[in-house]
């Protein structure tokens, strides 16, 4: 008798504990959107001007990028 006990309280412990990775993994999905949604609010904001600095640092970069290709 308790082995039948055993076997349904085990049961129904397993069936609990995918209902809780079930609604993790949900959360985790919703969570996921939500900060989707706020990082790309805050890219939107964004303005690019093109001034003296950010042309340096688009030449530096270049600058990178050829002396690895020749260095290679």
Known sequence: MDLIRAGAKRC???NEMEELRND??????FEK????????????NKEFRKDKESYSMIQ???SFLGSSSQGG
């Not at 993790?24 to 999905?29: D, E, G, H, T, V």
């Open 12 to 14: 129904l412990d397993l």
């Open 60 to 62: 530096g970069s270049i």
């Open 33 to 44: 959107q939500r900060m989707k949604r706020w990082h790309d609010q805050l890219i939107s």
């Open 24 to 29: 993790a993994y949900i959360n985790s999905k």
